[in-house]
């Protein structure tokens, strides 16, 4: 199948699958996740996070899954990040349970698995949608997709590793630019920084991103898994060395969240005007 006859068939209206917050399907090897929002941009609610996570602990415990590719449905975003509608609404977005909490935005930026993934960024991704990308082993990106943690222009925290994952991934000050201006870079000055492996024509992404997978699938996945770990500093299904970041980032996260300037942010945005902060 296509790129294009998947997001043919994501777009469906009324089809089953239309109805399905998260697809999961099987190439080979390679296990195929797809974020189906398309109308709310693919941004994350509860059921996201759940189907995400619990699709990821499945390849991990599957052997016959060797690495996990994870897209976003449709043309016009990646992922917005959280759904602010669904906030707005009191509904959870992380899900109960210590596990699962863990895991984190779209049961993807926590959840630290033996197989590889890779992230197919399809379009925008904002928010939670950079820290979904900065979360995965590899990115391959549209050359329609941008990349961006707008959170200080809200009087928000880039809450899901954003905030210390972007600065180990570009060099320093260029993340640091990002992060204090919240300025989006396009994807090929994503690829000119480091931060995506490939920047392919959108209609050729879900092609190429499972071209890398099956690649990599064709490895020893012992190999794979063990290089991984060590790689990337894994120790028993954690990172012991973003611990104590992800507690950094708890602490700022409660001592700004409650803020005027934390509910001004996301009431101008909605309101289409210019915030008016009073840095309290």
Known sequence: MTE??????ADRVGSVEDQREVLVERRGHVMLVTINRPAARNAVNEAVCLEVG???????ADDDVRVVVLTGAGNK???AGADLKAIMRGE???????????????????????????????????GGGTEIALAADLVVAADTATFGLPEVQRGLVAGAGGAFRLTKQVPLRVGME???TGDPITAHRALELHLVNQVVPADGLLD?????AGKIASNAPLSVQATKRIALGHVDGDNPAEVPLWEQTS???LSVSGS???REGPRAFAEKRAPVWKGC
């Open 4 to 9: 294009l006859e998947v997001m043919d068939s």
């Open 54 to 60: 619990d699709a990821l602990a499945e390849a991990d």
């Open 77 to 79: 975003a990646f992922c």
């Open 92 to 126: 959870r977005i992380i899900p109960e349970g210590a596990e699962r909490e863990k895991w984190g935005l779209a049961g993807f930026v926590g959840h630290y698995i033996g197989k590889p993934t890779i992230v197919a960024v399809n379009g925008p991704a904002i």
């Open 178 to 180: 990002m992060l204090l």
């Open 208 to 212: 190429a991103a499972l071209a890398l």
């Open 251 to 253: 602490r700022q996260m």
């Open 260 to 262: 005027e300037d934390a």
